[in-house]
């Protein structure tokens, strides 16, 4: 099963495909985390090996890891009907 890092990288372009397409950031977080997947099937190591043993553990750690994204993108594009962040400074004074 560790050669299907391609199959999550190819989940995580779609996904990021659709959240180009809808608007918000709904489906961004889900791309991430396919995306770390993928990257950590395709390194390997022992965590990989650990993750393709049990499917139902890898779809778990898929989506603490899209849990983790989507808190961290709620974190620095803020919540929606929320005024954008706004930078006062100038780098050039």
């Known amino acids: 099963m560790m050669t299907t890092w391609w199959a999550w990288a190819a989940a995580a372009l779609v996904l990021g495909v659709i959240e180009m397409l809808a608007p918000g950031f709904v489906f961004l977080g889900f791309a991430i985390g396919a995306g770390v997947v993928a990257l950590l099937l395709l390194v390997g190591g022992p965590f990989a090996v650990w993750m393709t043993g049990n499917l139902a553990l890898l779809f778990v750690v898929f989506a603490a890891l899209s849990l983790l994204a989507w808190i961290a ?4 594009f803020g919540r929606p009907g929320q005024a954008p962040k706004r930078f006062e400074h100038d780098i050039n004074e």
Do not use: N
Not at 73 to 76: C, E, G, H, Y
């Open 73 to 76: 993108l709620r974190a620095v």
